[in-house]
């Protein structure tokens, strides 16, 4: 039992690069969550899904998108990549709004 | 809009002693819940306790316990007999009532544990 999954776990993109960041969760749960944390600072809610086909944007969206097509894989896009978006980025999952999410170990960004 | 504040940026405690984090919060909704999560140095995020806000009781895991007190919206963690595993960043975090279990975060306590 993995758990929730992100790769990669370092990555280094030049200003205008495109990426996606992988996040698969094998608990079969419907909630799946992205997040980033900046240095010294709490998370922040990127986009969100509350199951296959249904996203939704969080606290921080901007310059970022999100696709569910089925209830594991949950990936992150970065359209164009900028210096400001240099953080770690969390994965989440959980059954519902009273459970625990579950994360992964995260993918450290850097934009140069 | 939700908001967290843990207003204890650092804290030295000393091992076998107990320690209380701090967290207050700002909602209008009646129904939320309340998480404690635990941050290492090495990065993960691992989960330690969760109150709701209907919980008639407080909420405890092991060396864990949360003085919830809705009516001064504050949710301080209590960690008992601290450890030298316990020296981590931890914050506090909380949900709406809309589906998604969306969390907004505390900016979090660093927690040293001294020999």
């Known amino acids: 039992n993995a758990g929730v999954t992100q790769t990669p776990k370092f990555q280094v993109l030049k200003t205008g690069q495109s990426m996606t960041l992988q996040c698969a969760q094998d608990?079969?749960?419907?909630?799946m969550s992205w997040y980033r944390q900046d240095p010294g600072m709490g998370l922040r809610l990127i986009h969100y899904s509350v199951g296959a086909g249904i996203t939704d944007q969080g606290e921080v969206p901007n310059g970022y998108n999100v696709s569910r097509s089925t209830t594991e894989d949950f990936p992150l896009r970065l359209l164009s990549a900028a210096p400001s978006q240099t953080s770690v980025y969390f994965c989440?999952?959980?059954?519902?709004?009273?459970?625990?999410?579950?994360f992964g170990d995260g993918t450290r960004l850097s934009i140069l | 809009a939700q908001k967290i504040t843990q207003t204890q940026p650092g804290m030295f405690v000393q091992e076998k002693e107990a320690v209380t984090l701090d967290c207050t919060y700002d909602t209008s909704d009646p129904s939320y819940g309340l998480f404690w999560y635990k941050q290492p140095s090495s990065g993960e995020m691992i989960f330690l306790i969760y109150?709701?806000?209907?919980?008639?009781q407080n909420a405890t895991e092991g060396r864990y316990s949360l003085n919830f007190q809705k009516a001064r919206k504050s949710a301080n963690l209590v960690i008992s007999a601290s450890q030298l595993g316990d020296s981590a960043m931890y914050f506090c975090?909380?949900?709406?009532?809309?589906?998604?279990?969306?969390?907004?975060f505390g900016g979090g306590t660093r927690v040293l544990v001294k020999p």
């Open positions: 989440a999952s959980s059954y519902g709004n009273d459970q625990p999410q579950h």
């Open positions: 608990m079969n749960h419907e909630y």
């Open positions: 975090a909380m949900r709406g009532p809309t589906a998604g279990n969306k969390l907004t």
């Open positions: 109150q709701g806000s209907y919980d008639q």
